[in-house]
Structure formats: C-alpha cells, structure tokens
C-alpha cells in the first residue's frame, strides 16, 4: 500500500465517522424534541386526615392516587403530616408508633399514630419535626 491510498483510506474513514457522529447528533436532537416516552405519573395527595387520640398521640389518614406501587411514597407522606403536625401543636419531635399501608381501587392509604413530644423521645423511629418538613417541602411531598 502506498502513500496516495492510505491517504484516500484515512479521508473515507474520517469522512465516515464524521457522518456517525453528525447522524448521531441529529438523531439525540431529534429524540429530545419527539419524545415517544409516556408522561411520569404524578402523584395526587389526598387531604391528611388527623385525629388525636390523647394529648401528645395523634392518628393521621393519608392517601395518594395516580401512580404505581406508591407504598413508600405513602409512608412518606405520613411522616410529612406528622412532623407538620407536631410543630402546629408546638412539639419540635415525633416518633413513629405504626403504620397499615394497604392499595384500594388504585389508591394508597397509610393510618399512621406518632407520639408528638417537645423534648426528643426515646425510641428508634424518631422525627426532628422541623428537619423533615424542610425535606418534605424539597421533595413536593404536602404537609397538613
């Protein structure tokens, strides 16, 4: 091989690769404005359903609607009603008692029952009221 047709050899190959790489950017701009992809679920929070039980016990109903397998988000937004409503009654804590998370005709349910406390409570499953609302408004999850 000489000189001449490994020249010619190399401009085909560079003109091929620069073809690939222009198709390929046509073909990413072309899939970012046609999107074939289905819109993301978004989810549609139910109003927080609160009721206490005794001075410092309070059960909250929560429930979501609009996407799939939701169980944590559920739980999520339990935890959300409950830090909320700990520093509406002015607790600064809660700890988590339980929770029965069941799916219904499409919508998730979580009955969840906290201990509010001003002082942080004893216990595994405890909740810094003002950290977790301040996490919960950065996620989009509602508080009370």
């Known amino acids: 091989m000489n000189l001449r047709s ?3 050899q ?3 190959l560079s003109f091929g690769l620069f073809a690939g790489v ?3 950017g046509i073909g990413a701009a072309g899939a970012q404005t046609t999107n074939d992809d289905p819109p ?3 989810p549609q929070y139910l109003p927080v359903e609160t009721r206490l039980l005794q001075d410092d016990l309070v059960e909250l109903r929560v429930g979501i609607t609009g996407v799939e397998n939701a169980k944590e988000r559920v739980d999520d937004l339990a935890i959300c009603a409950a830090a909320q409503y700990a520093l509406i009654r002015g607790y600064g804590f809660a700890r988590h008692i339980r929770t029965k998370i069941d799916k219904v005709g499409g919508i998730w349910r979580a009955d ?4 509010i406390s001003p002082a942080l409570p004893r216990g595994l499953q405890t909740i810094n ?3 977790a609302v301040a996490d919960c408004k950065a996620r989009d999850i509602p508080t009370i």
């Open 6 to 8: 490994s020249l010619r």
């Open 10 to 12: 190399i401009a085909r």
């Open 22 to 24: 222009l198709a390929c």
């Open 40 to 42: 993301q679920a978004q």
């Open 112 to 115: 969840a029952v906290y201990i």
């Open 129 to 131: 009221a003002q950290e």
